[in-house]
Every structure is written in structure tokens, then in C-alpha cells.
């Protein structure tokens, strides 16, 4: 999808919302810059560009409010894709419960996320070669372990971000981040 086809669906977004819990969230005004100009939530990364690299910044806030349970957004940090996933309480579950010994690259779910077992970060980009997996939207291919899945070369990750099949060597990375109060999150 293009950046104006993007634009052009933004004022669907409260219907879209209302319509579906799981349904995509774009949250154009919910991240805040702190160093130096303004935050930017980018829906539905598919490639990069300079401009987003100019407006990635060093850490960022992010209100999470508004992310219903099993929603997921993008978000623009420092040049990289992030993807904040609100998981449902099923997918807590099954995320913790996978055994250490079917992992490539094995890590327990309680180590992939800070404090709030609900909200899981991690940065977008596949481990393998750099591709932007699918899945933060329900409609998308997550794979078979409901996460996301890489277009590239068919890596597959789990709903911790745990690299479950596919070339990639290690699970998506989990970037430096705080809980500034239960709502909101500083990345960075
Ligand atoms: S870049 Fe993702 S599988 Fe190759």
C-alpha cells in the first residue's frame, strides 16, 4: 500500500476500530517525540524510506491506549520498523507454554517482554536478511504460530517473536524500552 493510500484510509479509522477489536490500529497522533520534533507511526510498513530514516529518532513515547487487545502497530524508530503487539490472554498463554527445545534460537516469553506479559515489542525486521515480516494485521499471513511471517524467505515467528521455522537465525529483536506509567511506552 502506498503512503496516500494510507493517508487516504485514515478517517475510516474510528469505524474500523468500532467495527473490530482486531482490526489494525493507525495511530497517526499517538507517538510523541521527545528529542528534539515530533514521533511518527507509520501503518503498514512495507519498505523504508528516507524520509522516515530522517524522522526516526532516538527514543520515542508511544500512548497505548488506544491498542485493543490483539491489535498490533508500527512504529518508526530510528530508521526500523517496530512492532508493539497488545496479545490476547490466549496468546500469553501460548506463548508460554512452548517448550525451550522447539526454539532455533531458544528464549523463555518471560524474557521477550518488560513488566506487561500483554504488550510485546519488538523491532521489525527479520533476522534472516532484513525483510519486514507480515502479520500486524489479523488479515495479514502470520505464519503458523499466529506472529508473523517473512515474505522474503518464509521464516516464520511466533507471538513472542521467536524465529519458529525458516532461515532466520535468531528471533526479532527486542529493542531498549521503559514503561513510563501502564499506558506509556519510551523506546530508546
Ligand atoms: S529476510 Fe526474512 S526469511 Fe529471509
Not at 126 to 146: E, F, I, M, W
Not at 151 to 157: A, E, Q
Request: glycine content about 8%; proline content about 8%.
Amino acid at each position: 500500500m502506498h503512503n496516500d493510500e494510507v493517508l487516504k484510509s485514515e478517517p475510516e479509522q474510528p469505524d474500523l476500530v468500532h467495527k473490530s477489536r482486531r482490526d489494525f490500529l493507525i495511530l497517526a497522533t499517538s507517538a510523541v517525540g521527545v528529542v528534539g520534533t515530533a514521533g511518527f507511526v507509520w501503518p503498514l510498513v512495507k519498505s523504508m524510506n528516507p524520509a522516515a530514516d530522517v524522522l526516526a529518532l532516538a527514543s520515542i513515547e508511544i500512548d497505548l491506549k488506544p491498542i485493543q487487545e490483539g491489535q498490533a502497530i508500527t512504529v518508526m524508530w530510528r530508521g526500523r520498523p517496530l512492532f508493539i503487539r497488545h496479545r490476547t490472554a490466549q496468546e500469553i498463554q501460548e506463548a508460554k507454554n512452548v517448550n525451550l527445545n522447539d526454539l532455533v534460537d531458544p528464549q523463555l516469553d518471560v524474557d521477550r517482554f518488560k513488566q506487561y506479559p500483554q504488550w510485546l515489542v519488538v523491532v521489525g525486521v527479520c533476522t534472516h536478511l532484513g525483510c519486514v515480516p507480515s502479520g500486524q494485521k489479523p488479515s495479514d499471513n502470520r505464519g503458523q504460530y499466529g506472529g508473523w511471517y517473512c515474505p522474503c524467505h518464509g521464516s516464520v515467528y511466533d507471538i513472542s517473536g521467536r524465529v519458529r521455522g525458516g532461515p532466520a537465525p535468531r528471533n526479532l529483536e527486542v529493542p531498549p524500552y521503559t514503561f513510563l506509567n501502564e499506558t506509556t511506552l519510551k523506546v530508546g
